[in-house]
């Protein structure tokens, strides 16, 4: 895919996920939420083994704060270290940005969460929107393309997006399972958190394009 066609695709991604998300928004403010949110917990304890259970119980963690922040800290503070400082700002801007919006509408909104479900302990911070799907996954995947530019030309490289992607689905999943998020949370915050990785990613590609040109010249000094 050319660097245009991507940059289209980004943008188109970026429009599609805020509209997504705005619709969801808008359903749980005229209270049209309750069919799918119910539906959500019913296919849960359909699905509902201890096997799966302890599955979830695991991978949720990767979404919590005292795993974010210090992964966060760590890997942007060693690509500064490393002068990615493009891709240090787009972790910071993914996982900080995230927080801070997930935190604003969290206080906007104040959804109680769901009382009857539950399967590990509630939260103290309102529902709506989950932070688990809306924090992680734009920040999760962002790492991975970088990851996979990193290790560029070995054959599992490919392999690095896809299974993250898979990885971040799971994990906002696992917040309605174990019955600490409704659907419709889940949902709203995983479309935020798409809007904004297509966003930082867009303005990633930028950046790259415009170094792009220097590199010859480099090349020709040598």
Partial sequence: ???????????????????????????LVTDNVKGLD???FAAAKALRTEEL????????????????????????????AMRMRAEALCLLLTLGGGELLNELLKAVFARARP?????????????FPSGHAMIAPAFYCMLALIAA?????????????????????????SRVYLGVHFMSDVLT??????????????????????????????????
Wanted: hydrophobic letters at 50%.
């Fill in 1 to 27: 895919m050319t660097g245009t066609k991507n940059k289209a695709v980004l943008m188109t991604g970026s429009v599609i996920f805020a509209i997504m998300s705005v619709v969801w928004t808008g359903l």
């Fill in 149 to 173: 530019r990193w290790l560029e030309g070995r054959r599992w490289a490919v392999l690095v997006q896809p299974l993250t992607f898979a990885v971040v689905i799971l994990l906002g999943l």
């Fill in 189 to 222: 915050g995983f479309c935020l958190s798409m809007t904004g990785y297509c966003l930082v990613r867009y303005g990633y590609e930028r950046y790259l394009e415009n170094r792009r040109p220097s590199v010859p010249k480099m090349v020709q000094l040598r």
């Fill in 53 to 80: 259970t302890a599955f979830f119980q695991v991978l949720t963690q990767l979404g919590n704060a005292v795993v974010l922040a210090p992964l966060g800290v760590v890997v942007i503070a060693s690509l500064y």
């Fill in 38 to 40: 119910a539906a959500g």
């Fill in 115 to 127: 009382s009857d479900f539950h399967l590990i302990a509630l939260p103290d911070s309102f529902s």
